[in-house]
């Protein structure tokens, strides 16, 4: 249970952070569905936190019913807390369609997510597996240690689920890289050439501006021997 808290309240900070810093205004909707399944997790708690959480869950209920526009949000947001994986996937599409390479965007986005829904899969296999749990059990023994091993389990499902994410939006990069950044590679190679090219005319005209010159001074001294011939 412990995990199911710690998991969903760092998804939802790290969710709202992007939220409010970046451009990937999607993940809203996936944050409030984290943020609620944090706090109705806690409600189960029989302790302080969890009367103090179900004691606030009970309190914007009354309200509600008293308002038909939070009475709607209020079963919107906890749709949201049961489907957090399917707006997850609703961000990825926002992504995409404000995405200016829409077709990269898209093969990338594919790769990423799938890729961090395996990952989260293998470590949901392995926590439910016997050999897992009867670890849990010899390590944290007692009450407190159990809710720190929760904890813990919840933090590193978090860091698998992140790195399963960013391995699969690296992969996703090399494979499929940017056209804008191919179309600039074509476009310094041009410049390049163009380069080049003035630099040979340059060197021409150099050339061409000096041979004047040279012209003159044969014609120069062809003339002055001509002159010796006629003395």
Do not use: C, H
Request: hydrophobic share 40%; charged share 25%; net charge positive.
């Amino acid at each position: 249970m412990y995990d199911v808290i710690a998991k969903s309240t760092i998804f939802g900070f790290r969710n709202a952070d992007k939220v409010l810093n970046t451009n990937d205004k999607g993940r809203v909707f996936a944050d409030v569905g984290q943020f609620t399944n944090a706090v109705k997790t806690a409600a189960q708690l029989d302790n302080a936190i969890g009367k103090g959480a179900q004691a606030a869950i009970n309190a914007m209920g009354t309200v509600a019913k008293q308002n038909k526009a939070l009475e709607v949000t209020g079963k919107a947001v906890n749709w949201a807390s049961k489907n957090v994986n399917p707006l997850l996937i609703g961000a990825s599409g926002y992504r995409v369609l404000i995405s200016d390479d829409k077709e990269t965007t898209l093969k990338r986005e594919v790769l990423g997510m799938s890729s961090m829904f395996a990952a989260e899969g293998l470590m949901k296999d392995f926590f439910k597996t016997q050999s897992y749990r009867k670890w849990k059990s010899a390590v944290a023994p007692g009450t407190k240690l159990s809710v720190v091993a929760d904890i813990v389990q919840g933090i590193v499902f978090v860091l698998g689920s992140i790195a399963g994410s960013t391995i699969g939006y690296k992969i996703g990069k090399v494979l499929f890289p940017d056209k804008k950044k191919k179309e600039n590679g074509i476009k310094l190679d041009t410049t390049k050439l163009n380069q080049i090219s003035n630099n040979s005319k340059t060197a021409a005209v150099n050339t061409t501006a000096k041979s004047p010159e040279v012209i003159d001074n044969g014609e120069y001294f062809a003339l002055q021997n001509k002159e010796k011939t006629l003395a």
